[in-house]
């Protein structure tokens, strides 16, 4: 399975002035067919901001070489299922913003389901993979959910640091 995670990514500050960011942001967006995405979208320009330059240098800690950002935007649900799908290119990068209950992003890898916890503050990395997000358990409270995505472009060969645990 090629798919690193990553504890304890930025301090209180910055989690708060992205959280701030995302709360701003945050929308209803139809997607192609004009159905509604579940929850609550930012348009994908969202690495534009200032307040994503810390999550930005930390990736660039975990990957050398060079990349390019293509999309970043804010997702807020209330722990409903969302779809499974896959991006197709580059790298995709999940940061789990605001997350109590460790809700992280279930894989489908060589036909098993693969669940991955992610607690708040972590973020996770891997390539060409059907994902999809978990619900929360049936007859549980709603939640609030906050990550930010992000779809890289690799104009040649990187490299993913080990799995390591920053400081917070």
Sequence with gaps: MDIKKYLNVLNKKEQSAILKLADK???????????????????????????????????????????????????????????????????????YLKNKESLGTIFRINDKIVRLKSPQNSLIIFKDQFHSSPSRKIGTPKINRYSIAFILFLPQKINIAPQITGKN
């Design 25 to 95: 942001k945050l929308t209803t967006i139809p997607d192609r067919a004009g159905r509604f995405y579940p929850g609550l979208q930012s348009y994908a320009n969202l690495h534009h901001y200032k307040e994503l330059k810390p999550l930005i240098e930390k990736l660039r800690e975990y990957i050398t070489g060079d990349f390019i950002i293509d999309k970043c935007w804010a997702n807020h649900t209330d722990g409903g299922f969302v779809s499974w799908h896959q991006h197709k290119k580059g790298l995709s990068v999940v940061y």
